[in-house]
C-alpha cells in the first residue's frame, strides 16, 4: 500500500494529514505545528511563508498576503481591483493577482503563486514521512461545498502543480463524518454539520441511511466568523492599553497590528484556560504592555456574536422542512468551535442531539480527507474508487414546447451518492398538439423522452410532472441511473436508463 494523505485548505490555515498504520494522524510542519497558517509576506528580496511569515505580520502587514483558495473563483473583470482584508487584488492577464507596492511601484503576485507557497511547504512536510521522500504525494483534497466546478477545477490544478496528485475533491461536510466512524454504523438519522471560518459559516444536512450519505441542503453565510470574535478582543485590548498607559496609543497601524495578534493569542489561550495571559514586548515608546483577560470576560463580550452564529440554524433547518429535534448528530467544524461557550450553545439549541467536538475541529476534515484516500485500493497506482462518489456537476430537467423556457436541477453539483430524488413541476404546453421533449442534461445532454401530445386539464396545455431519479453508487461500483417520468393527470409514464461512465 502506498503512501496516502488528506489535504484540507481553509483561508486561514491548511492542514496536511497522512494515513498510516491503520489511522489517519495529522503531520507537524517544520516548525512543529500541525496548522499552516496562509501567510505569506513579500518583502524586499525576502519571501517568507506560514508560520514565518505570521510571526512577523505585525511589522510586514502590508507586505502579508492572505493565501485564500477562495480567491481562486474571485469574479473580477480585467483590471478591476477588489480590497481583500488588509491588501488589494487585481485581474491581470486573466489571473487573480495580489497587488503590493514597492519602492513606490505597483507588484503583481498571482493568487495561485502565493497559494503555491503554502502548498510547497505543505509538500515539504509530507515527504518528511519516509516512504514519500520522493515523487508525487497521493492525496484527497477537501473542497468547500459552495465551490462551484470552475472553481474545484482551479484549486485541483494549483495543488497538482506543487508537488500532489490529487485523487477526488470530496466536499468538506462529507469528509468530517468519517473520523467519528459515522459511515461506519448502521443507525439512519440526520447530521448537522456546521462550520465555522474567518468569515462564513456553513450549515449542511447529511442524511444518513445504514452507513450511506445522502445530502439534504446545505448553506453559505458569508460575512460573519471568527474574523468577528478577533476584533471584539482587539477592542477589549485596546481599552486595557487605554488604563495600561493612560491614554490612547493605538492610533498607528504598527501598534494595532501587536494587539491583533495578541488577540488571535488570546482567543486560541481562553478555549484551554479560565484566564488568558496577554503580553505584547515593546508596544509603546519602547514600554511592554500586559494584562489579563479571564474566560467570563470574553464570553459577555462575544455574547452578541456568538448569537449571530446560531441566528441562521433556525431558518435553514426549516427551509428543509426540518427541526432541532429531526438532528441526530451534529458535528463541529472550524478553529472557532473550539470556543467552549460556543460548544455549550449548540448543545442547548441541540438538547437531544449529541454534539461532536472531542476530535479537533481544526483537524477533523483533513482527518477524514486521508481517511478517504485510503479507501483507494493501491495496485500499480491509485484507482479512482471513493466512499463518498459525488455528482461533479448538477443534472437539470429542460423541457420543449413550453410557453416559458422551462428547467429545473434535478441533482445539485457534490450530491452523495447512493441517491433516489423525486421532484414534480408544472409546465404550460404552447402548442397541445406536438410532442415534449424532456432532456436530462450535465455539460451535455445525456439523454431524452418523448411525452406524447396530452390532456391533463380542461384546457389540454398544463401538465404536471412527477419525476423520479434513482442511482445506485457505492465505492466507485456506478450502476446506470434511471430517469421515471410520470404525468399525473393522464397517468402516463416512461422510463429511461441512462449511460454511466465509472
Known sequence: MATVFGLSLGNHQGVISVF???????????????????????????????SAAKG????????????????LGTDLNENEEKKVSNITIIKKGGNICYKFEREGKPRLVPVKDTLGKVLEQLAATARS?????????????????????????????????????VISTPPSPMLSVLPYGLDKDSYTGHVLVYDVGVNSISLTVIRLI????????????????????????LSVLKDECKRYFRKDVTGGKYAVNKLLAAAESLKQSLTNQQTGPVYVESLHDGMDFQCNVTRGRF???????????????????????????????????????????????????FSSSEVYYFISTDHVVSLGAALEASYHQVTSGLSLSSTIPVTTNDLSLTFSNCVTPASVVLLGKHTPLPVCKTINTKIEVS?????????????????????????????????????????NSRDGSLNDPLLTVREVGSNWKSELLLSCKN
Open 431 to 471: 402548442e397541445p398538439g406536438r410532442p415534449v421533449i424532456i432532456a436530462i442534461k450535465e455539460t451535455a445532454v445525456l439523454g431524452e423522452l418523448e411525452v406524447p401530445p396530452l390532456a391533463s386539464d380542461e384546457n389540454g396545455n398544463v401538465l404536471n410532472f412527477e419525476v423520479k431519479f434513482l442511482w
Open 210 to 233: 445504514n452507513g450511506l450519505m445522502k445530502l439534504v441542503g446545505t448553506r453559505t453565510i458569508n460575512g460573519v466568523g471568527g474574523y468577528d470574535i478577533d476584533q471584539e478582543l
Open 56 to 71: 512577523a505580520l505585525y511589522r510586514n502587514f502590508q507586505y502579508t498576503a492572505i493565501a485564500m483558495p477562495s480567491l
Open 299 to 349: 464570553e459577555g463580550v462575544c455574547q452578541s456574536i456568538f448569537t449571530s452564529f446560531l441566528d441562521p440554524i433556525q431558518g435553514f433547518l426549516n427551509s428543509l422542512g426540518l427541526t432541532g429535534s429531526n438532528i441526530n448528530k451534529v458535528i463541529l467544524i472550524g478553529g472557532t468551535c473550539k470556543i467552549p461557550r460556543l460548544q455549550q450553545l449548540m448543545k442547548d439549541v
Open 129 to 165: 514521512c519516509e516512504s514519500v521522500s520522493s515523487g508525487s504525494i497521493h492525496c484527497v483534497l477537501s473542497v468547500p461545498i459552495h465551490y462551484d466546478t470552475d472553481h474545484v477545477s482551479l484549486l485541483k490544478q494549483c495543488v497538482e502543480t506543487h508537488g500532489f496528485t
Open 20 to 50: 498510516k498504520n491503520g489511522r489517519s494522524e495529522v503531520l507537524a510542519n517544520e516548525s512543529g505545528e500541525r496548522e499552516t497558517p496562509m501567510l505569506v509576506t513579500y518583502k524586499d528580496d525576502t519571501i517568507l511563508v506560514g
